[in-house]
């Protein structure tokens, strides 16, 4: 069975940084490609960032560029989202997404940024 797990999000103040976690489970995660999306509320699902499965080479909407890092840890099955200087406009739910034999998604962690 297929599992993205995030977590790591909540209320944050602006200027913030918190660290989302996706852990997977049930399918190869160390030959897959990962990646965060977000959908802020009355929007449409954006690629934020993306993560190759050996972890050489990473990609980022201009957005969040210099300010986000995506990364991994594939003993652990896990891939992080650091996310620094944090704005009202990155207030979202942040999808885990895993590009293996199928498109894989998590749950959603909601990030509020708000003072």
């Known amino acids: 069975q297929v599992q993205l797990v995030e977590s790591g999000g909540g209320l944050v103040q602006p200027g913030g940084s918190p660290r989302l976690s996706c852990v997977a489970s049930g399918f190869a995660f160390s030959t897959s490609v990962m990646r965060w999306y977000r959908q802020a509320p009355g929007k449409e699902r954006v690629l934020v960032a993306g993560?190759?499965?050996?972890?050489?080479?990473?990609s980022y909407a201009d957005s969040v560029k210099g300010r986000f890092t995506i990364s991994r840890d594939n003993a652990k099955n896990t891939v992080y989202l650091q996310m620094n200087s944090l704005k009202s406009d990155d207030t979202a739910v942040y999808y885990c997404?895993?590009?293996?034999?199928?498109?894989?998604w998590g749950q959603g962690t909601q990030v509020t940024v708000s003072s």
């Open positions: 993560i190759s499965s050996g972890a050489g080479t990473t």
């Open positions: 997404n895993a590009e293996s034999r199928s498109n894989y």
